[in-house]
């Protein structure tokens, strides 16, 4: 059974720094499509960034230079190294599962909530 | 970016209804689109994707339609375990995009 369970959210002040881990089960990291979505208070779902299995990197824009996403093939672990961080990264963060292109999604984490303020 | 815009936002049914939910992407996002239940509390699930292909496991009275820019998500006799909030996603181009959601609730 596929799971994906996060962790290392928190409160954080702005330009602080934080990563967040997902923890899988069930399938391989290290070959798989995986990616990080946020879902702000009261707004809609946002995807953030996405590590393709041979290890090219896609960044929402607003995070490009800030955030990095990498895994741990060993622990089987991905992770979102968030810098930097501001107001409005504050959202709860999901790790998913991307199929193949085209890279649907089709397994989602429950989140951790990132709160980003002073 | 592809901008995906879902209505209604709300919706009220009974048990039984049929239920229509629409999104529209501001660009031709051909047949890379999908939906998603998400249950309060609960991880999102994927129902459909490539537009009208189902997930395994996925009831049958869920289906999918649409083409280029405008797509929906029909669920036929809506059950008890179907009062949830539904969104779509496109995977055509950076940055993956969803739409805003449609809050199906009971009547």
């Known amino acids: 059974e596929v799971q994906l369970v996060e962790s290392g959210g928190g409160l954080i002040q702005p330009g602080g720094s934080l990563r967040l881990s997902c923890a899988a089960s069930?399938?391989?990291?290290?070959?798989?499509?995986m990616s990080w979505v946020r879902q702000a208070p009261g707004k809609g779902l946002e995807w953030v960034s996405l590590?393709?299995?041979?290890?090219?990197?896609h960044y929402k824009d607003s995070v490009k230079g800030r955030f990095t996403i990498s895994r741990d093939g060993v622990g089987n672990t991905l992770y979102l190294q968030m810098n930097d961080l501001r107001a409005d990264d504050t959202a709860v963060y999901y790790c998913v599962r991307n199929q193949d292109f085209p890279y649907y999604i089709d397994y989602w984490g429950r989140g951790t909530l990132v709160t980003v303020s002073s | 970016d592809i901008q995906l815009t879902q209505s209604p936002s709300f919706l009220s049914a009974s048990v039984g209804d049929r239920v229509t939910i629409t999104c529209r992407a501001s660009?031709?996002?051909?047949?890379?689109l999908a939906w998603y239940q998400q249950q309060p509390g609960k991880a999102p699930k994927l129902l459909i994707y490539?537009?009208?292909t189902l997930q395994s496991g996925v009831p049958s009275r869920f289906s999918g339609s649409g083409s280029g820019t405008e797509f929906t998500l029909t669920i036929n006799s809506l059950q008890p375990e179907d009062f949830a909030t539904y969104f779509c996603?496109?995977?055509?181009?950076?940055?993956?995009?969803f739409g805003g959601g449609t809050k199906v609730e009971i009547k």
């Open positions: 996603l496109q995977v055509h181009s950076y940055p993956l995009t």
């Open positions: 660009l031709d996002t051909y047949s890379d």
């Open positions: 590590l393709y299995s041979g290890g090219i990197k």
């Open positions: 069930g399938f391989a990291v290290s070959v798989s499509y």
């Open positions: 490539a537009v009208s």
